[in-house]
């Protein structure tokens, strides 16, 4: 399997059964360009050249052994790698084409792609086999009946592995890691709903249908914390919890106190996976820690990652405002100089800091002329881990997480890189 | 669905009346309903705030292929007007979205604020030019009535999204 990676798989994609037909089309070039040219005033008439260009062609086949013959085939995937990275392409100047590409930050390749339609969620299921993408595919290409589905792919193979049909109403969105997620156990499925009425529907993985519908009168996301239990944020800044049976069916709610201020320093939608829950960040740039290990979401008051000097000129932006090392406890942040309304602004620098001693341990400056702004940010969970940055020119950088070291540029990847999610 | 929109718009429009002064909700909501046929459902405001231009670029401002053209304060998406239509038109073949937001721009050739409709074109695919992503008053999902992240061709019969317009609604009230 390691015989694709590196040189070894460049060298003979210059060959192979393409060799032939280039050579083909080269000849005919030649036969081309010595037809229309005529006499001229060339010293060297374009004749000569051909018969020049034959010959030494001729000698250097003679010098050189043939290539020898090669086989068509599908790569196989190598075993998975702790720095793979799932990289993805809102595809903004055509976005019923989005896609996910399946990224090696040791190889510095695309080791695959999977197709994800028109606006999609995706999550990994927990045991790290599948990956789930609910989306919007329409009948004639643009248009069309509207089929809203959630795709399976064998995360081995990148096949598409089956399919359920959802009700037509799934959040049409920005990503988030929690538009779409798996119930701890991976039998359940939950999709977030906007239509805009706001709900989630509730899928059996096994028994591979649609089985119950949860309406959270307003509140969004799906944020799993126990075997059955969800929660999902709520426009008063509080966190809905309902927990459903086996069957899919609601068996309780509960709603929060408020945990943040919606009117004074919003957080982002976009959580970010922590140990034991997830970290939202404000505006402003707070982080909101929230526990759902236990039976009711545990709150820690929120502590800055500015400093009272900088607070409200640099800010947390882009598409994907955080990414957070559970092992290490280090948070990642792109930030910028900015004002209110900037929060959609990549960041200039990522920020690092230990999320256990609030503290800020790192500055790292981006090159913005060169690589564009920071708009998402993924952090691999290993203990050699890579910090992944993905800008607003579609450049994807490659970072060693301990010490911000650049240690490769993917320039162009795919059309708009809005966010990263772990394998 | 009817129900669940209806109860959305009512949730937005308290939402938005809780936000607002009693004379500013009614001059939007009366220019709304008299001043945009195509919009069976109560708006959602925008922004409550009118959002100046930067001093000294009032030229920039005047220009309706500029992102910081005065209507665009809050618009996030393709402009119409480089794909077929207008600031206020939707291009041939694409339908108009039903549900929209609104924000109130400063228009600073006049001096007034205006109340903006910030309705999708629906139907094609992304028109891909002239992306402009202003973001003065926008908040995240959760508030969805100040959101633009969302596809708000999402209760369109075609939900794919074209480009947005920019509509004049009217003078804000004071």
């Not at chain 1, 909101?288 to 640099?314: H, L």
């Not at chain 2, 291009?91 to 309705?119: E, M």
Request: glycine letters at 10%; a negative charge; charged letters at 20%.
């Amino acid at each position: 399997m390691a015989s694709f990676i590196g040189e070894e798989y460049r060298v003979p994609a210059a060959g192979g059964p393409f060799a032939r037909p280039r050579a083909a089309i080269a000849c005919v070039a030649v036969a081309n360009y010595d037809g229309t040219a005529g006499g001229g005033g060339n010293r060297m008439g374009p004749r000569a050249y051909g018969a020049l260009l034959a010959l030494l062609t001729g000698f250097a086949a003679a010098a050189a052994p043939p290539l020898p013959a090669e086989h068509l085939d599908v790569t196989h995937l190598p075993p998975p790698s702790p720095h793979w990275m799932w990289v993805f392409d809102e595809a903004l100047n055509n976005e019923i084409d989005t896609r996910l590409y399946l990224y090696d930050g040791d190889a510095h390749r695309e080791l695959g792609q999977i197709d994800t339609g028109y606006w999609p969620g995706f999550t990994v299921s927990p045991d790290g086999r599948t990956t789930a993408i609910t989306t919007t595919y329409f009948s004639r290409g643009s248009h069309g009946a509207r089929t809203d589905v959630v795709e399976f792919t064998d995360n081995a193979t990148l096949n598409v592995s089956g399919e359920i049909v959802l009700p037509p109403k799934r959040a049409q969105t920005l990503p988030t890691l929690y538009n779409v997620v798996y119930s701890a156990d991976g039998k359940q499925l939950y999709v977030t709903n906007l239509s805009p009425a706001a709900s989630y529907t509730v899928v059996d993985v096994v028994k591979r249908a649609v089985v119950g519908e949860i309406d959270t009168d307003g509140c969004v996301l799906v944020i799993p914390s126990a075997q059955r239990r969800i929660s999902s944020l709520c426009e008063n800044g509080r966190l809905l919890t309902v927990t459903v049976d086996d069957a899919g069916h609601e068996v309780a709610r509960k709603l929060s106190a408020p945990f943040f201020s919606v009117d004074r320093d919003p957080v982002f939608v976009q959580a970010i996976p922590a140990s034991n829950g997830v970290l939202f960040l404000s505006f402003l740039g707070d982080v909101y820690a929230v526990d759902v290990s236990g039976a009711e979401p545990q709150f820690t008051p929120a502590w800055p990652i500015t400093s009272a000097a900088e607070r409200g000129r640099w800010r947390p932006g882009g598409d994907q405002v955080g990414a957070y090392h559970r092992g290490a406890a280090r948070l990642y942040v792109p930030m910028h100089r900015g004002a209110d309304g900037s929060h959609k602004t990549g960041g200039s620098e990522i920020w690092v800091v230990d999320a256990a001693a609030h503290r800020r341990i790192a500055r790292w400056p981006i090159d913005v002329k060169k690589y564009g702004s920071v708009d998402a940010v993924q952090v691999t969970q290993d203990e050699r881990p890579l910090l992944f940055a993905a800008t607003e020119n579609s450049a994807l950088l490659v970072m060693d997480a301990n010490t911000g070291h650049l240690l490769h540029v993917e320039s162009k990847l795919g059309q708009s890189l809005w966010y990263l999610m772990n394998p | 669905m009817q129900q669940r929109l209806d109860r959305w718009a009512e949730r937005a429009a308290r939402a938005l009346a809780q936000r607002s002064s009693r004379r500013g909700f009614l001059s939007v909501l009366g220019a709304a309903l008299t001043g945009a046929a195509l919009l069976p459902l109560l708006p959602v405001l925008r922004g409550s705030q009118a959002v100046a231009a930067e001093p000294g670029a009032k030229a920039v401002a005047a220009d309706p292929n500029s992102c910081e053209y005065w209507k665009y304060c809050a618009i996030d998406g393709f402009l119409c007007g480089c794909c077929g239509g207008s600031s206020s038109s939707c291009p041939p073949g694409t339908q108009p979205s039903p549900i929209t937001w609104i924000g109130t721009c400063h228009n600073p050739a006049d001096g007034r604020d205006y109340i903006v409709s910030y309705n999708d074109c629906c139907g094609k695919t992304s028109c891909g030019s002239c992306f402009c992503n202003r973001n003065e008053g926008e908040r995240p999902m959760y508030r969805l009535s100040l959101n633009n992240d969302v596809n708000w061709c999402m209760a369109n019969d075609n939900p794919n999204y074209h480009c947005s317009v920019s509509v004049i609604l009217g003078v804000a009230g004071k």
